[in-house]
């Protein structure tokens, strides 16, 4: 084991103590003095000078002595502690100055304070701040050296957790195998923590459970709340609703289109097309109607036509026969006219007589001609005279007979020509009989013709041809204003729609809502399950607690004479609670436990702490007048006992008796 034993302690201007030496020399050492006289400042200069703090653990506390109104009471000291320490027989001599740092700056009157310094002494050596932190470290830790000066750091500086971390560390940890293995209601624990140690399991529990509580608390809040913004369609329903849309999406498109039409001249087109078709239908109803009787009024009408036809035909005929026979007769009174001339020339003919009208004297010479010459020319002019008229005779007898037989020619041409015309009379006569009887027949048939007029069918398409010239005729005045009614009618079928169509998302909301519900539901349904698997697995982690503290129980209080640990406390609901309360006699220390039994506790702690780090540190036992007897003890202790007589510290040991 490692002894520390402190052979000397100076305190200088520290705490109010101006300078007081405490010469232990490896003894126990009792120091009396009166509240307020420094008792316990000595243990808290003893601390400081190893680790810089005071016996509460602080490192701002006030070093420097200070007058009744709590000002620095002399500034420009030195505050100084030195200690001599036998560590294994080796002595260590610390030392710590904390000073001001006075400043005379350059052209200055006086110093101006700009600080503290704290210097570092180790065996007379100056050393830097980390080569003394390390050489106190390498000798003890603090927080050992802590637990292993003071009889109440244990119980009254250390939490429940860092009491029962300083007890398994000393009395040896059971593993989480061994106590599952030592009850078998734990077997399901390995798979649980999934190689997490139990307590941090259990605290990922005890937040988890945390959690799911709050979070089923605020669920149906939740769910309430999203049962409220539910909005109401009682008195909707959807199917008519996505009916009633398309229908009017569709009216919507069609007077889109219309005014379209409308404006591009295209609505009068479309009513102009169903003009013509209902002409067509009333043609179709009409013929549908006269069908049968048009039928035969076309047959006897085709034949009047082919009477009349055959009439014009024959009539035709005769008129160019006749015609026929009058350029015969003008032919025939031509030639018989040619007759007459010929047969009056011929008459004359004969009353011609020959007349000598030669010149007796030559032509030439105008002398008379000889008579013979007149003779013979008498002679044959007188020759020629009748040679001339012969011929004629003879060319007016021929043209005579050919005028005449020309003349008997077309005469007798006349009078067939005029034969065939009866002929064709007679014909004509037949068929006029025939076509005044069909004639008669036919208006016979057109009488028996129905007017389709009386027809409703064919009455209706009349009025509605009748309305859609009126539209037309209206479309054509004014297409802005047809225009400007169908839009209107547009909009209004629009904001149906979107009036429809809002009511029409209040199911989707309805929907999203009830399935947020469900989810809802079935996350609290989730939580609970989760919040009492969590609530077994927190059992378990309670039972394995338990059972290793059943287990650590005998073994920790084994190691210590007085003091008793309770390590679990069942609760009032049932639950176990985790501390690690220290018992003198069944009296916890904080519940009650008188401060002799808490000085001796501490020190039969801080026995088996030594032993078990095998470090042996002074004990500076405070109050040390509230017990008549400590428990032995190896280590070196310092009693500071309140004396009221002592105003000033007094000290006292097995060989020395020092009052200052």
Sequence with gaps: MKRIVLERLTLRNFKGIKEFNVPADGRDVDIYGDNGTGKTTLFDGFLWLLFGKDSTNSATFEIKTLDSSGNVFQHKLEHEIEGSLLIDDRRRIFRRVYKEDWTKKRGAAIEEFTGHTTSYFIDGVPAKAGEYKAEVDSIIKEDLFRLLTSPSYFNEQLNKDQRRKKLLEVCGDLTDSEVIHGNKELEPLPTI?????????????????????????????????????????????????????????????AREAEVSRILSGGEVSVKEKRLREIETEQLEIKTRMQSAVLDKVAIKRDEVNRLHQEQDRYRRNGEDKQQRICQNERLAAGRRQEVDRLRAEFAALKNEVFENQHDENCPTCGQALPVEQIQAAHDKAEADFNRRIADRKERINADGKAAVAEAEKFEQEISRLQGEIDGLNDVLAVLQTEISAAEGELADLRAGVKDPAADPEYAGKQAESSRLQEEIRQLRDSSQTAAATVREEIGRLRREVEDMERDLVKFEGIRRAEQRIAELEKQERELAGEYERLQHELYLCEEFTKTKVSMLDAKINSKFHLARFRLFKTQVNGGMDEVCDTLYNGVPYDGGLNNAARINVGLDIINTLSAHYGFSAPIFVDNAEAVTQLIDTDAQVIRLVVSAPDKQLRLESKSIQEAI
């Design 193 to 253: 923590l999934a190689g997490r140690d139990m307590d941090s399991h259990k605290k990922v529990v005890s937040a988890r459970l945390s959690s799911i509580n709050k979070e089923i608390k605020e669920l149906p809040v939740r769910i309430s709340e999203v049962q409220r913004q539910m909005p109401d369609v009682s008195e909707l329903d959807e199917g008519l609703l996505k009916d009633d849309i398309t229908l009017l999406r569709s009216r919507i498109e």
